[in-house]
């Protein structure tokens, strides 16, 4: 596709109830990057895989957040027994070349707890 | 790891006057640092960036500076425009084996008409 793409770009869901989100990078990139945007403030960093190497979970706020990456390409971020606070805008990016080049973000999907 | 610290968190100016965002970075093997632009509800993107080879760069009323000794860098706007308002994040990146991206927490800038 011609951007990174995120699905849902809205889920509202119960809480205690898992949930998975969905990002499919450019094709090609092989840096991937989870953020997390509570509204009106700033990048909270999640996860960045790159390439093969094992990935930088050193964001995931509690053992709830997971991710993977499957093949290099597409990434799901699963939050298990969702809480209220995990409400906010989870963004992915993606860039070509480890971090030197712009990292293209997708459009977020807003997660809603209740 | 590597930390980023932006100032100031909000800005607010005239339109006309120039603004400028200051950031600094704590390893010195970073050498890639470009400027994101956020609009309310939309996503980040890129408006400059600027490698370690390079003091400043420009881009018609942006401009980006770069102190390497002193591990800083900065975000100009001239001449700015209420559509400059938005939440503007700098970051810094090794880009070497492990180039992970690292964020500041991000400025609100409003202009004024």
């Known amino acids: 596709g011609a951007g990174v793409s995120q699905s849902p770009s809205n889920k509202v869901t119960e809480k205690g109830k898992d949930v998975e989100l969905r990002c499919d990078p450019i094709?090609?990139?092989?840096?991937l990057y989870w953020y997390r945007q509570s509204l009106g403030q700033g990048l909270e960093f999640l996860i960045y895989?790159?390439?093969?190497?094992?990935?930088?979970k050193s964001g995931l706020p509690s053992d709830r957040f997971s991710a993977e990456r499957t093949g290099g390409s597409v990434s799901t971020l699963t939050i298990q027994r969702t809480q209220q606070e995990d409400s906010a805008v989870y963004l992915c990016?993606?860039?070509?070349?480890?971090?030197?080049?712009?990292?293209?973000f997708g459009q977020g999907t807003r997660l809603t707890v209740v | 790891g590597e930390n980023v610290e932006q100032h100031p968190s909000t800005l607010s100016v005239q339109e006309g006057d120039s603004a400028v965002i200051k950031c600094t970075y704590s390893?010195?093997?970073?050498?890639?640092f470009p400027w994101y632009k956020q609009e309310l509800g939309k996503r980040p993107q890129l408006i400059i960036d600027?490698?370690?080879?390079?003091g400043e760069k420009k881009d018609q009323r942006i401009a980006v500076t770069l102190n390497k000794t002193a591990k800083h860098f900065s975000l100009h706007i001239t001449e700015t425009q209420p559509e400059d308002s938005a939440v503007y994040f700098c970051?810094?990146?090794?880009?070497?084996?492990?180039?992970?991206?690292?964020f500041g927490q991000g400025t609100i800038l409003t202009v004024h008409p």
């Open positions: 094709s090609g990139h092989t840096a």
């Open positions: 990016a993606s860039s070509s070349r480890q971090g030197i080049t712009e990292a293209f």
């Open positions: 600027i490698r370690s080879n390079v």
């Open positions: 390893d010195s093997a970073s050498n890639y």
């Open positions: 970051a810094a990146s090794r880009g070497t084996s492990y180039g992970k991206l690292t």
């Open positions: 895989f790159q390439g093969n190497s094992a990935p930088d």
